[in-house]
């Protein structure tokens, strides 16, 4: 019988993206309707306010994601030219460099030696990405799948607020609003977990926790600074 596992860390770029793009679409656009309905506006500016959040929220998720992810692109690409060089210039060295690495996880240095060898003789470049910079193919920045991920999902995320806001009755708003939204951080959360392989209700508290805290917040806010109408 083959014993196989499944192994989730492949999916740390675009899971950690969509997380973060839903997350924040939640919280920010949520908070930003109960800040705003806490300062005494009417029903239209909140939703013109909440859909001003969700535009600008995804545009600066995007562009956020795609900076960042593509300075971590770059840090990689500069250390995979210094590696090719330094195999171009010697390769024998680079060879005992990589032995010397698994020596020191526990391998013989006559084993270290022969497996550094076929490792290189396989992809040079790869092993030593792998095992001497810790790059590798499932692990590499996606710039744009980054932004992407982040930009849509944020999208999804704030659109469930902004609906809830639309349609219930605006003397309900704030509280049906923190409340599901709540319901969405959790769900998230939830899904989070399980795509992850983490402990689902740990996943849970955390994002309502803190969603929590940035509506109180965002509440108080509004209300500290707001204008009868």
């Given amino acids: 019988m ?21 997350n924040d679409g939640i919280v920010s656009t949520s908070s930003l309707i109960i800040g705003v309905a806490a300062a005494h506006t009417t029903q239209s500016d909140i939703i013109l306010a909440g859909l001003a959040g969700l535009v600008a929220g995804a545009m600066s998720m995007a562009a956020g ?13 500069a250390d995979l030219e210094l590696e090719r060089q330094s195999l171009a210039d010697d390769i024998d060295s680079e060879k005992e460099e990589l032995a010397k690495i698994y020596e020191h996880r526990g391998v013989t240095p ?12 396989h992809d040079a470049l790869a092993a030593h990405a792998r095992d001497e910079i810790g790059i590798t193919e499932d ?21 469930l607020p902004l609906l809830v ?3 219930v009755a605006p003397s309900q708003l704030i509280n049906l609003v923190a409340i599901s939204s709540l319901f969405f951080l959790a769900v998230l959360g939830g899904i989070a977990a399980v795509t992850g392989g983490a402990p689902i209700f740990r996943a849970c508290v955390r994002v309502t926790f803190w969603g929590a805290i940035a509506m109180l917040i965002t ?3 509004g209300h500290l600074f707001g204008v009868s109408v």
């Fill in 2 to 22: 083959t014993h196989h596992e499944q192994h989730r860390s492949h999916r740390i770029g675009w899971l950690r993206a969509s997380v973060l793009g839903a």
């Fill in 65 to 77: 994601e795609y900076v960042s992810v593509s300075s971590q692109a770059d840090t990689e690409n």
């Fill in 110 to 121: 006559e084993l270290a030696y022969q497996v550094a060898e076929q490792m290189m003789a």
């Fill in 139 to 159: 692990g590499k920045a996606q710039p744009l799948q980054a932004a992407l991920s982040s930009a849509a999902t944020f999208t999804v995320g704030a659109l």
């Fill in 165 to 167: 806001a639309w349609f």
């Fill in 219 to 221: 509440a108080a806010v």
